[in-house]
């Protein structure tokens, strides 16, 4: 196994698994020299007593793409293969939930997927809840992922038939998420999303919100974008956009609700409305290496991902480097990955006490990649 949480949580699935990171795990752990681990991880997900998803209270995710990439790395095609027939059942059950006799679990009439910023394990952000660039973006990936391990069974009719859903995909994020005013991919409200965290800011239904949030960024991660939508990146370096001393906010600071106090207290770890989150920072930098890699585009350079890079491996300490405020009984060398930091000193956040939380969320945290990062 592996976690996200030494300590039990509430949330937490079989052997306190959670899923929300799991594509992270699989992204790191695919360069570990004894395979043994990942081999149990993805198994346990897809051929033992995993649920990596499809239903209420499990997060959203891109386990089927990262067992893929891991097959780039270690070229193991008979776990891939074996594999195959889950990665199906996950994806197929995104769409029907057969035990609740629903004919939609998370896919709309117009072809997007939806999900609760919760459930994307992106509480309290700005855009909210509705058809957003996660979801969408993670399950073109998966649906290309099947189609290529197909491809090595050998079943042709499987591998096209995900290749034509990964390609309806595309049209549907170019098409429906591309907000022409902020040149940015944004979340499209749904009205069945009413339950969030925080306050309600009231978007339309079927409406673009208003803000741009770093998981506009997420499409490049599976290269879904056409050239001409790298306009987007010009908000990486912006200090308006994202750009920090400290690392990657996950809303752009400009927006009126950056960092606004929610029902929850400051100090509370767990808000995408501005927090430098390494979840998310992790998903930014193999999407840029993509647009780096993979596109024709004057907009972001390899400056861009050094400096974004080194600003993340600063931040490795109990203090990050820089920071203004330490932790109390922390000291500066001590090596740390928490669960957000502060963009504004520096600070790693996330110490609060709750019924179903441990006192310090952000001890042992394993939500993110850097290995991978640097090795790929």
Aim: aromatic share 14%; charged share 25%.
């Amino acid at each position: 196994m592996v976690t996200e949480f030494l300590p039990p949580v509430g949330w937490g699935k079989a052997y306190n698994t959670i899923n929300c990171a799991a594509g992270h795990h699989i992204y790191e752990g695919r360069w570990l020299r004894d395979p043994k681990y990942m081999d149990d991880y993805e198994t346990f997900y897809f051929n033992g007593s995993g649920n990596p998803g499809g239903v209420d209270k499990v997060y959203s995710n891109w386990l089927a793409d990262a067992v893929y990439a891991r097959f780039l790395v270690d070229a193991n095609k008979d776990l891939a293969v074996s594999l195959l027939p889950g990665m199906v059942r996950n994806y197929e059950a995104w769409t029907k939930d057969k035990n609740k006799g629903e004919e939609r679990s998370r896919l709309l009439p117009n072809g997007l997927y939806w999900q609760f910023d919760a459930w994307d394990g992106m509480e309290v952000s700005v855009g909210r809840s509705g058809a957003r660039p996660t979801i969408n973006s993670y399950m073109y990936g998966d649906a290309l992922a099947i189609a290529n391990v197909a491809d090595l069974a050998g079943d042709e009719n499987l591998a096209k038939r995900y290749r034509e859903k990964a390609a309806a995909i595309k049209n549907l994020v170019q098409e429906k998420l591309w907000s022409e005013k902020l040149q940015f991919f944004v979340t499209r409200a749904y009205d069945g999303c009413k339950t969030s965290w925080g306050d309600d800011p009231g978007y339309a239904d079927d409406t673009l919100v208003d803000v741009r949030e770093e998981v506009g960024f997420i499409p490049w991660y599976f290269n879904l974008p056409d050239t001409q939508y790298s306009v987007a990146w010009k908000q990486l370096s912006d200090p308006q956009g994202f750009s920090t001393k400290y690392g990657l906010t996950t809303a752009e600071q400009r927006h009126p609700r950056y960092l606004k106090a929610t029902k929850f207290p400051s100090e509370w770890g767990c808000q995408w409305n501005g927090q430098v989150w390494p979840y998310a920072t992790t998903q930014t930098l193999v999407a840029l290496a993509n647009l780096l890699n993979n596109y024709k585009q004057d907009v972001a350079t390899k400056r861009d991902y050094f400096n974004t890079l080194t600003t993340y491996a600063h931040s490795h300490y109990a203090n990050a480097k820089g920071a203004e405020k330490p932790r109390q009984g922390d000291t500066p060398t001590q090596s740390w990955i928490g669960e957000t930091l502060s963009p504004n000193d520096g600070r790693w956040l996330g110490t609060y006490v709750a019924k179903w939380a441990p006192k310090d969320v952000s001890k042992d945290y394993n939500h993110s990649g850097f290995a991978d990062l640097v090795i790929s």
